[in-house]
Nanobody, 126 residues
Framework: VQLVESGGGSVQAGGSLRLSCVAS?????????MGWFRQIPGKDREGIAT????????YYHDSVRGRFTISRDGSKNAVYLQMDSLKAEDTAMYYC????????????????????WGQGTQVTVS
């Protein structure tokens, strides 16, 4: 299973970036949640946005709600993260993740609920 992220980079505060992630090698990708996480050196990885297979349900970290939007394209096994109104505190390595099982309520932003991970893409906001 391989998840490949793209779209990271450097942007000024107030700007926008769109991250993309394509999953391959996992035939059931479209049945489970996919999400975006981020990590700063020395800190735990945190869930920032995850979405259900149908796209009907999404969960957001409080710090990004209203600024970031997650979306999926089931035909491509892809998940996207539109990031608007970026702030310096959004600077981090961003990771795409794929779940392989159902989750209990309240756990959808927990990294330990996800099985497969991308290599990460750096986002720097100055």
């Amino acid at each position: 299973v391989q998840l490949v992220e793209s779209g990271g980079g450097s942007v000024q505060a107030g700007g926008s970036l769109r991250l993309s992630c394509v999953a391959s090698g996992f035939k059931d990708s479209g049945w489970y949640y996919m999400g975006w996480f981020r990590q700063i050196p020395g800190k735990d990885r945190e869930g920032i946005a995850t979405q259900s297979p149908s796209g009907e349900t999404a969960y957001y970290h409080d710090s990004v709600r209203g600024r970031f939007t997650i979306s999926r394209d089931g035909s491509k096994n892809a998940v996207y993260l539109q990031m608007d109104s970026l702030k310096a505190e959004d600077t981090a390595m961003y990771y795409c993740a794929q779940a392989s099982r159902g989750m209990e309520p309240g756990t959808h932003l927990s990294p330990n609920q996800y099985t497969y991970w991308g290599q990460g893409t750096q986002v720097t906001v100055s």
